[in-house]
Antibody
Framework: EVQLVESGGNLVQPGGSLRLSCEAS????????MSWVRQAPGKGLEWVAD????????SYADSVKGRFTISRDNSKNTLFLQMNSLRAEDTATYYC??????????????WGQGSLVSVSS | SYELTQPPSVSVSPGQTARITCSGD??????AYWYQQKSGQAPVLVIY???KRPSGIPERFSGSSSGTMATLIISGAQVEDEADYYC???????????FGGGTKVTVL
């Protein structure tokens, strides 16, 4: 059974930094693109960032571009999200999600349980 | 920016059929995907590529798509189907991943 386990969420002050990790198991990690998706308290889902399987291509939502960096270490089956210049509106549960590709579109087929990031003074 | 529009809520009696719609300009060319999220839990994929059901998802979940609207159908809704449901797709260029605002389904 595919497992995705996030860690690193915490309370941080506005302007601060935090790094989230997502440890993957029970699948060939390097064969899959991966994503981060977040959900503010009581709100809907928002895609944050993608990275391809070998880690040389990334994309970001406009809301985090220039502040967040997605990366991966395939030798450790781990996905990362480095978050800098954090704002109150970044407060959310951050989910790690595996991207699968079917008939031409990427979609999220497996999700972790999430890691809570709170940005407040 | 591209948007997918869902109704905020749908109510259905147990055993009846619930239909949740998702509208978006790119849906004639792009697949819709549906996720179920129960309270306090991570999302779970229930329909992919408009109409396909992942293994382990009950047969009462089905999907359809026509023009700019995709629909998730829960036939014979059960109390355990109470959840938030999100549609997902991409814009016509495939560059932006977008979720609908979510629909809260109440079964009572």
């Amino acid at each position: 059974e595919v497992q995705l386990v996030e860690s690193g969420g915490n309370l941080v002050q506005p302007g601060g930094s935090l790094r989230l990790s997502c440890e993957a198991s029970e699948f060939t990690f390097s064969s899959y693109a991966m994503s981060w998706v977040r959900q503010a308290p009581g709100k809907g889902l928002e895609w944050v960032a993608d990275i391809n399987g070998i880690g040389d291509s990334t994309s970001y939502a406009d809301s985090v571009k220039g502040r967040f960096t997605i990366s991966r270490d395939n030798s450790k089956n781990t996905l990362f999200l480095q978050m800098n210049s954090l704002r109150a509106e970044d407060t959310a549960t951050y989910y790690c999600a595996r991207l699968d590709i079917g008939a031409g579109d990427f979609f999220f087929d497996q999700w972790g349980q999430g890691s809570l990031v709170s940005v407040s003074s | 920016s591209y948007e997918l529009t869902q109704p905020p809520s749908v109510s259905v009696s147990p055993g009846q059929t619930a239909r949740i719609t998702c509208s978006g300009d790119a849906l004639p060319k792009k697949f819709a995907y549906w996720y179920q999220q129960k309270s306090g839990q991570a999302p779970v994929l229930v329909i992919y590529e408009d109409t396909k059901r992942p293994s382990g998802i009950p047969e009462r979940f089905s999907g359809s798509s026509s023009g700019t609207m995709a629909t998730l159908i829960i036939s014979g809704a059960q109390v355990e189907d109470e959840a938030d449901y999100y549609c997902y797709s991409t814009d016509s260029g495939g560059h932006h991943r977008v979720f609908g605002g979510g629909t809260k389904v109440t079964v009572l």
